[in-house]
């Protein structure tokens, strides 16, 4: 899906454990370094969740998403 297409598509919020294989409704990032994890329109892996999750343990700020505890994120219904 295009991020023009999650833009305007319609949205729900789902944990983060139901997130996996969803398409990401949302920008997330992390500061720092400040760019983009996942961007609207973009399939969330395990990759980009565990990426997340660790610098978010190790001090990182995550900005973008509806919910910075990470413990749910915002995906396009399909």
């Known amino acids: 899906m295009s991020p023009r297409e ?6 729900r919020k789902v944990s983060i454990r139901d ?4 398409i990401c409704g949302e920008l997330v990032c992390s500061y720092p370094p ?3 994890v996942l961007i609207p329109g ?3 892996t395990a990759e980009a969740l565990n990426y997340l999750l660790e ?3 190790k001090g990182a700020v995550i900005t973008g998403a509806a919910d910075f505890s990470l413990s749910s ?6």
């Open 55 to 57: 610098i978010r343990s």
């Open 42 to 44: 973009e399939i969330i």
């Open 6 to 11: 999650a833009f305007f598509a319609t949205k």
């Open 34 to 36: 400040g760019i983009p």
């Open 19 to 22: 997130s996996l294989g969803e």
């Open 73 to 78: 994120f915002v995906v396009c219904v399909t």
